[in-house]
């Protein structure tokens, strides 16, 4: 079946350009997940979708940052005046709702701030 | 306090050797849940491992295994007879809180080369 898919792969734009980056969840999974890794590090927790219920926004780093989730499904992630400093690979992940464990991510969109 | 400590930035273990990738974890809550994510070159984060905190017994699949000591609050994994595929980005990860799904801490990760 199919996967977690994220799309563009890679984005590259000017410094305060604004970006979106598109999440389409494994079917079926209720939860989503969008993740930031910039190079060299670990993951940093962005923002949380649960069904219906009002996402978890406390990663998110700055007021230029969000994020909705249509119908439950697909979310996009917006970057509103982009800085340099936003340069990173942007990961989203779903899981079952009564999943305990089990994140599936996609492949990831590699932004660069130019 | 960092939630998740990995020490090994990188490693490398000959081919067919086991090898241990070091985690530490900090959390209050009695509930938890650890897991470990490899991340090789094509940059998806493939699940490998889960223990739960109050599972009794190590955690194993294939290959893998988690070295679970509560009282050090360590959580290694352990992969036997590497592969020149286990070649990657290793992270270890918490969730604090059975079902806090959205409390989901990483480590920095380790890189680990397999030699031929």
């Known amino acids: 079946g199919a996967g977690v898919s994220q799309s563009p792969s890679n984005k590259v734009t000017e410094k305060g350009k604004d970006v979106e980056l598109r999440c389409d969840p494994i079917s079926g999974h209720t939860a989503l997940y969008w993740y930031r890794q910039s190079l060299g590090q670990g993951l940093e927790f962005l923002i949380y979708?649960?069904?219906?219920?009002?996402?978890?926004k406390s990663g998110l780093p700055s007021d230029r940052f969000s994020a909705e989730r249509t119908g439950g499904s697909v979310s996009t992630l917006t970057i509103q005046r982009t800085q340099q400093e936003d340069s990173a690979v942007y990961l989203c992940?779903?899981?079952?709702?009564?999943?305990?464990?089990?994140?599936?991510f996609g492949p990831g969109t590699r932004l660069t701030v130019t | 306090a960092q939630k998740i400590t990995q020490t090994q930035p990188g490693m490398f273990v000959q081919e067919k050797e086991a090898v241990t990738l070091d985690c530490t974890y900090d959390t209050s809550d009695p509930s938890y849940g650890l897991f470990w994510y490899k991340q090789p070159s094509s940059g998806e984060m493939i699940f490998l491992i889960y223990q739960g905190s109050y599972d009794q017994q190590n955690a194993t699949e294939g290959r893998y295994s988690l070295n679970f000591q509560k009282a050090r609050k360590s959580a290694n994994l352990v992969i036997s007879a590497s592969q020149l595929g286990d070649s990657a980005m290793y992270f270890c990860a918490m969730r604090e809180g059975l079902y806090n799904f959205n409390k989901f801490y990483f480590g920095s990760g380790t890189k680990l080369n397999v030699k031929p």
């Open positions: 979708f649960q069904g219906n219920s009002a996402p978890d």
């Open positions: 992940a779903s899981s079952l709702r009564d999943s305990l464990y089990e994140q599936y």
